[in-house]
Structure formats: C-alpha cells, structure tokens
C-alpha cells in the first residue's frame, strides 16, 4: 500500500529522457519538485517524437539537460534513473559518493499508490501473465491499472482524478534493482535531507508476486546469472505475512525464492498436481485453492497459442485468485484472451503463408518456445544483437523444426556458426537451409520467397532490436509493414 507524499520542493534529477523519465520529470513538475532531466544525447539524436514532448517538460518548468554526460548533481535531493541506467555508470556511483537516494519512476509510483500491487517478472512470459492477470480482475468487476515495463508510465495516471481497485505490474531486472536498499550508498540513511525523505529507498515487494521463470538474459547487462537472479528476487524479498508468492514448481530457482519470503506460496505447474495453486492435469488447468479444487478450462479452449502460454495462464490463474477473483471471472478471460502484440501475432495469410511476428523474442528461449507451438513446416527469421546468450540449444531446435532460417542483423554470423557447427554435431551438415542477409527488409523478401502454401513465416529473432531498431516494438511495427506489402499474386 502506498501513502500520500508531499514531494512539494523536491530537488529531483531525473536521468533518460525516453518515455519512463519524461513521464516521470512532468509528474514530478508537477507535483511541485523542481526538475532536471538529463540525457546523455543532444536534443537532435532523440528524434522528432519526443522534440512535442520536450517542449511541454520546459512549459512545466523542468531544465533540460540534454547532452551532457555526468549530470551536475550539486543541491539535488534525490536521482531518478531510468531502466536503461544501470547501476555501474557514472552518474549512479556519484550520486552513492555523495550519499543522494537512488529511485527511479517504478519504485515512486509504488510509494504513493494506495491499492493493492500484483506484480510479474521473470525471464519470458510476463507480458502475457500481465496482460491477462488485468484481463481477469477485470472481468471480476474491478477497476484495474496495467503498467509498469509495458504500457504508459503509471504515475501518468496519477495526474487524473480515477483511482483503481487493483494495479497489475510487470517489472524488469532492471526495474527490480531500485527495488533494495542495498542499491543505496552505505550513508544515504544517515545523509538524507527532510525533503528527500518524500522518496523512500527501503525495500519494497507487492502483495501478490509472481515469477514466471529464471533463465538466462540480459547478460550483456548483469555481471553474472546470480547477480541477475538476485534483482529478480526482489520481487519477493520485502514481502510480509498475508501477501501471495506465485512460483514456478518446475523452475530451478522456484525453491529458493519460497524460501526468501514470508509470504504464502502458490504454485503453477505443466508437471501435475501442487499443493497449492494451478497446474495442468492430462488436457485440464485445475486450480487448487482456498480449500477447493476446480477446473478452470481445457487445453484447447485457450486461445493463446504454445505450452509456454498454458503456463502463463496458470499463471496468472494464480495471481488473480490470490488477488481475490472469482473463478468464473478468471475461467471467462482464460478461454477469451487472444494475446498482446508482438507475441505470436498472425499478421497475414497470403498465398497460403501465414506471417506471425514474435518479435519480443529477445532470448534464444523465448525463440525455441515460439518454435516448439508449430507443427507446420516453419521458415524463420532470425537475429538482431546477442545479448550474450547461449544458443546451443536453439540451434538444435531450430535444425529439427524448420525449413528453412533466415538470418539477420548484427547476430547473422553468430546464427550462421551455431547452426553449422549443430548440423556437425549430428554428422550431417546438408541439414541446415540457411540464408544470410543484412537487413530485416532483405530477411522478408527472401523468407516470403522461400516459403510455400502451409507454411508459418515466423519472425522469432532470439536476440534484441538495438542493432536497428529503438525496441521490439519497432521491430514488429516494421515486420507487419513489411508483409502488408507482400503481393497477393502468383
């Protein structure tokens, strides 16, 4: 629960001037801080979408502090970072030198909202069990915010008068960081002034949290898994008795977070029955819960596509019963919820070819989970940058359920030598139909090329969008252009 705040002359410096820190600089404006928002970038490189939403920050009265490096941090009471800012740059281990608390948009709007807080993190699947966890809560009739790494920032819709029932989270590594005290400076307790005090930097972990799984990601970010794993934890390190733990019974580190949190453990399971919690049984999705066991659907009345996605319904199966919905309300959303963009999307059937774009297939896991929900002959599209990850594995699915891989981007040649040195491994190098090319433009016309009625052109690229693109996001807009424009001919 959060509690009002007063944040009337805070000095605040807020650090990335994308979409996160420009929401939080005007709600921060005001609420009556005084801001600074600071980005490494001149005005120029952030591009014409945000030169509309600058403006507005100046009318505000927030100082831009574009294009500067290490932001000036004379007099400030607190320093706001963004997602992207992790905790070894510059700015960061000034602030810690000079004893200023470290917070970010996230951790704020959990301080000052009032209603109860779900929250999903894990390595894949938590757009999904965030998206349909709202769904739920909906259909029970409440009034529900859906936020936090996906969506607008939510503490836009603190500006407004509407107050919600319910806030449905999904929270990043990156995010989860801000989320322990131990991400402070060893002084910042003793140092703080009265009017930081409006920030809490205290542990914070929500009423109902979930982790869907911990694998490996975002590497090239985090020093090692157990330091990754660690900002995942968080989510669940500063509950209290009363609140709701949701984990993954099959999941190797699902043990060790019950074993970090006070809260009460419900499990999801695709292995069988659990003691507590939703799993599958045969072709049902049986929760088992407050005393009751009830079947919520079978396998096949889910819309959502893929045994991973059965486990985000079980999910948030979990989380919406810990929240207190009713199970006719979760089994309406469970059988009717068709998914969020990017994710397994059907764009297009043309010329008997449907193009589906995964594009938030920023792992090689969530690849080979995309890979492993079609039984048509698959011709892929694959690559972007690596994010350090391994993809033994993915090759090895990739060499038994495609036709055909096309690669591209900065992660091309990574693709081309797994793939090669897999085919070798079973002795058999002809098995691989690989097709290199530069761009994800050059990687639609020769996918569409090559592939024949019944098939699934499948944009699952298994690394990120950074080499070309500002986010997945653009990446998938980019894809559905791309086949819109494909010709219905022969």
């Known amino acids: 629960m959060g509690a009002p705040v007063d944040l ?68 400030v009471d607190v320093l706001f970072i963004s997602p992207g800012v992790p905790p070894t740059a510059p700015v960061v281990r000034a602030a810690r030198r000079r004893a200023i608390p470290i917070s970010s948009e996230t951790r704020l709007f959990t301080q000052l909202i009032e209603a109860p807080v779900v929250a999903v993190t894990g390595s894949s699947g938590k757009t999904t069990t965030t998206a349909l966890t709202g769904e739920m809560l909906r259909r029970d009739g409440r009034r529900v915010w859906v936020g936090g790494n996906i969506g607008t920032p939510l503490t836009e819709r603190l500006l407004g008068e509407e107050r919600p029932d319910v806030v449905v989270m999904e929270l990043s590594s990156f995010q989860l960081e801000l989320f322990t005290p131990a991400y402070q400076g060893p002084d910042v307790t003793r140092a703080r002034s009265a009017t930081s005090r409006a920030v809490d930097t205290g542990g914070w972990s929500p009423h109902v949290a979930a982790v869907t799984n911990i694998t490996p990601n975002h590497l090239d970010r985090h020093a090692s898994m157990e330091e990754y794993a660690e900002a995942k934890a968080n989510v669940v390190a500063f509950q209290r008795a009363g609140d ?27 292995g069988g029955p659990v003691p507590q ?59 009717t919820f068709r998914g969020v963009p990017h994710r397994l999307e059907v764009v297009r059937v043309c010329r008997g070819v449907t193009y589906v774009n995964d594009s938030i297939a920023t792992s090689p896991e969530r690849a080979v989970a995309a890979l492993h929900s079609y039984a048509e002959p698959v011709v892929l599209l694959a690559g972007g940058r690596d994010k350090h990850l391994p993809w033994e594995a993915w090759a090895e699915v ?58 699934v052109v499948l944009l699952s690229p298994g690394g990120t969008s950074f080499d070309a693109f500002k986010d997945f996001e653009e990446r998938g807009a980019r894809f559905r252009e791309l086949v819109a424009s494909l010709d219905e001919g022969a």
């Not at 019963?321 to 059988?335: F, M, P, Q, S, V």
């Open 244 to 270: 709701w733990a949701v984990l993954n019974a099959e999941d190797a580190y699902g043990e060790s977070l019950a074993a970090r949190t006070p809260a009460e453990a419900l499990w999801f399971s695709l």
């Open 8 to 75: 009337l002359g805070l000095r605040a410096t807020v650090v990335g001037a994308a979409r996160e820190g420009t929401a939080l600089a005007r709600f921060l404006a005001r609420r009556g801080a005084f801001v600074a928002l600071s980005d490494a970038k001149p005005r120029e490189a952030l591009g014409e979408a945000m030169a509309a939403a600058l403006a507005g920050l100046a009318e505000c009265g927030v100082r831009l502090a574009l294009g500067e490096a290490s932001p000036n941090l004379d007099g």
């Open 277 to 335: 919690g939703a799993y599958l049984d045969g072709d049902r999705l049986v929760l088992r819960h407050a005393g009751s066991e009830q079947t919520l659907c079978a396998v096949g009345d889910v819309l959502l596509r893929g045994r991973h996605n059965v486990a985000n319904v079980l999910t948030a199966t979990c989380c919406a019963a810990a929240a207190g919905a009713d199970i006719e309300a979760i089994r309406e959303a469970a059988t």
């Open 398 to 455: 990739a060499l038994e359920r495609t036709r055909a891989v096309v690669g591209f981007g900065e992660a091309a040649p990574l693709i081309e030598r797994v793939l090669r040195d897999a085919a070798a491994r079973r002795g058999d190098a002809t098995e691989v139909d690989l097709h290199v090319e530069e761009s994800l433009e050059r990687a639609v016309e020769r996918a569409a090329a090559l592939a024949r009625p019944g098939d």
